[in-house]
C-alpha cells in the first residue's frame, strides 16, 4: 500500500483566495483526521471522520474551515477565505479500528 | 482545552544514556495511548502504544509507562542514538478520536 497519499505537499496562496488540501487515506480504513500542525498548539486536531461521516468538528477554527469525505478513499479540507494565520502544516491521518493512525507527508501551506 | 499535554518542548540527552519523555492527560475516557516521532519534512510516524488495562509496554530500546491514577504517561528510550533525534509527541486515543500533545524535542548529542 502506498500509504496515506497528501497533495499538493507544498501551496503558496494569496490572502483572500480558496484554498482545497486533499487527501487519500489507506485503503480499508475507517477513520480519517485533519490535523494542523503549529509552533505553540502541535498537533491541532481539526476534524474526523468515521465511516465517511463527520464525527467531531469541533477542531475546526472558524466557519472558513470545512472538511468533506464523499467516499472512502478521498477527502478534502478547505479554506475559503484564505489568511496568512492559516500558513502552517496541514496532516491527513487514517486509521483502522481507532488505534494507530497512519499519517501522510502534510501539505504546507503559506499564505502571503 | 488541552486534554494531552507535553511540558517539556525540549530535551538533551547524552548518547548511550537514557531519554524520558513524560506526558499527561486530563480525559478519563482515553482508553489508548500512544507515541509519535517525527522527523523534519515528514509525517509523524507510530513508535509505540499501551492499552489502559495495562501499565507498562516494551518495544527493543523503548518501553512506554502508564500511570492511569495519575493521568501521566512516559516514554523511555534505553539506550538513546543520536538517529533518535527528533520530536515526540503523545497521543490519546477514546472513542475513535485522536488527541496529540504539542511535542516534545529531543536532541541525543554524540
Known amino acids: 500500500d502506498a500509504g496515506v497519499i497528501q497533495s499538493p505537499r507544498h501551496e503558496v496562496t494569496e490572502m483572500g483566495q480558496e484554498v482545497t488540501l486533499r487527501c487519500k487515506p489507506i485503503?480499508?480504513?475507517?477513520?480519517l483526521f485533519w490535523y494542523r500542525q503549529t509552533m505553540m498548539r502541535g498537533l491541532e486536531l481539526l476534524i474526523y471522520?468515521?465511516?465517511?461521516?463527520?464525527?467531531?468538528d469541533s477542531g475546526m477554527p472558524e466557519d472558513r474551515f470545512s472538511a468533506k469525505m464523499p467516499n472512502a478513499s478521498f477527502s478534502t479540507l478547505k479554506i475559503q477565505p484564505s489568511e496568512p494565520r492559516d500558513s502552517a502544516v496541514y496532516f491527513c491521518a487514517s486509521s483502522s479500528l481507532g488505534y494507530e493512525a497512519f499519517f501522510g507527508q502534510g501539505t504546507r501551506l503559506t499564505v502571503v | 482545552d488541552q486534554q494531552v499535554k507535553q511540558n517539556s518542548p525540549s530535551l538533551s540527552v547524552q548518547e548511550g544514556r537514557i531519554s524520558i519523555l513524560n506526558c499527561d492527560y486530563t480525559?478519563?475516557?482515553?482508553?489508548?495511548f500512544l507515541w509519535y516521532k517525527k522527523y523534519p519534512a515528514e509525517g509523524p510516524t507510530f513508535l509505540i502504544s499501551?492499552?489502559?488495562?495495562?501499565d507498562k509496554n516494551e518495544d527493543g530500546r523503548f518501553t512506554v509507562f502508564l500511570n492511569k491514577s495519575a493521568k501521566h504517561l512516559s516514554l523511555h528510550i534505553v539506550p538513546s542514538q543520536p538517529g533518535d533525534s527528533a520530536v515526540y509527541f503523545c497521543a490519546a486515543s477514546g472513542g475513535n478520536k485522536l488527541v496529540f500533545g504539542a511535542g516534545t524535542i529531543l536532541r541525543v548529542k554524540s
Open positions: 480525559n478519563s475516557m482515553f482508553d489508548y
Open positions: 485503503s480499508g480504513h475507517n477513520s
Open positions: 471522520f468515521n465511516n465517511n461521516v463527520p464525527i467531531d
Open positions: 499501551i492499552s489502559s488495562i495495562k
